[in-house]
C-alpha cells in the first residue's frame, strides 16, 4: 500500500511538471515583434509590461517609444507602430482631436493625474478657480493663493499630450492655458515636466502620479488628495482611462501583449506598484 502510495505521488508529481512544461513551452513559441509609440504616462506601465512578456515569450521583440498621446494613434494609421498608447479613447471624438477611424481602443490602466509644484511652494491645496487663474496667466504670485511671495512659473504639456487633454477638462473645467510669457515654460514628455518642476523654484506643472518624486509636491484640488481611495470612492476627478489603440482587432503577439497586461496578475500587482489603478477598481 505505501509502496502504491509513493508510486501515485511520483505519477501525480510527473504530471504536474509535465503540464507545466508544456504550458512554458505554449508561451515561449510565441513569435513576432511589436512597435509602441505614443503616451509617456504610459511609458513606464509599458516598459515594464514588456519586461514581464519578453521573459515569458523570448521570441517575441517589443520596442517602446513615447513622444506623446497623439503620436500613438498616428503611429497606427500610418503604420509604424502596432500599437498606439494614449491617454483617451482616440476612437472618439475629444476637444482639440477628431477620432481615428478603423481604430480600436483597449482599456490598459486607470491614470490618476496630479497638479504639482516645486518643493520650496508652500501651498498644499488649490481650488478649480485658482488653478484656471494660474494656469491661464491671471494669478502670477504665490502669495495671492495662499502661499509664499514669489512669481509662479507656470509649466504646461506640449498640444498632442495626453496628460494635457486630462489635466485641462477636469482641473480646469475646460479652462484654457497660458501659452507664453516670461514665467511661461512648455515641456514635451512627462519625464520632462518631472524635470522642470524639480528644478525650478516656484514651479507648478502637472503629471501623472507614476512620476511624482520627493523633490516636488502633489498638492490637493479642491480639499481632496489625489490618492487611488479617493480616485475609486469618487472624490477626486482628475483621471483618465489609459488605453492602447490598434488597427482593428489585434491578433498574434500583439493580441498576447495586450491581454497580458489586461490580465489580473498585472493589473494587481505590476501596476499598481506603479502607482497606476486597475481598470477593474472602476465600477
Not at 479613447?89 to 477611424?101: M, R, T
Amino acid at each position: 500500500m505505501k509502496l502504491f502510495k509513493s508510486l501515485s505521488v511520483a505519477a501525480m508529481a510527473i504530471a504536474l511538471i509535465t503540464s507545466s512544461v508544456s504550458v512554458v513551452g505554449a508561451a515561449s513559441s510565441l513569435k513576432g515583434k511589436i512597435v509602441i509609440n505614443g503616451s509617456s504616462a504610459l511609458l513606464p506601465l509599458t516598459l515594464q509590461a514588456a519586461n514581464e512578456f519578453k521573459k515569458l515569450n523570448p521570441k517575441v521583440k517589443i520596442s517602446a517609444s513615447a513622444a506623446g498621446s497623439i503620436t500613438g494613434p498616428q503611429s497606427v494609421r500610418k503604420g509604424i507602430a502596432d500599437i498606439g498608447a494614449v491617454d483617451w479613447d482616440a476612437s472618439q471624438d475629444v476637444p482639440g482631436f477628431k477620432k481615428f477611424d478603423g481604430q480600436v481602443a483597449h482599456k490598459v490602466a486607470v491614470i490618476p493625474f496630479a497638479a504639482v509644484v516645486n518643493k520650496n511652494v508652500k501651498v498644499d491645496n488649490l481650488t478649480t478657480k485658482q488653478l484656471q487663474d494660474i494656469f491661464s496667466g491671471k494669478v502670477t504670485n504665490w502669495k495671492d493663493v495662499g502661499g509664499s511671495d514669489g512669481d509662479i512659473i507656470v509649466v504646461n504639456r506640449a498640444f498632442g499630450s495626453g496628460t494635457r487633454v486630462n489635466f485641462q477638462m477636469k482641473a480646469l473645467a475646460g479652462s484654457e492655458f497660458l501659452s507664453k510669457g516670461s514665467n511661461y515654460k512648455e515641456v514635451k514628455s512627462s519625464g520632462d515636466m518631472k524635470t522642470a518642476v524639480e528644478t525650478t523654484p516656484n514651479a507648478i506643472g502637472y503629471m501623472d502620479l507614476v512620476y511624482v518624486t520627493s523633490n516636488m509636491k502633489a498638492v490637493k484640488i479642491n480639499d481632496v488628495a489625489p490618492s487611488e481611495a479617493n480616485l475609486v470612492n469618487g472624490t477626486y476627478k482628475v483621471w483618465g482611462f489609459g488605453y492602447y489603440m490598434t488597427k482593428g482587432q489585434p491578433d498574434g503577439a500583439t493580441k498576447a501583449f495586450i491581454e497580458y497586461i489586461q490580465s489580473s496578475k498585472f493589473q494587481n500587482g505590476s501596476l499598481k506598484k506603479l502607482k497606476f489603478i486597475p481598470i477593474s477598481a472602476i465600477k
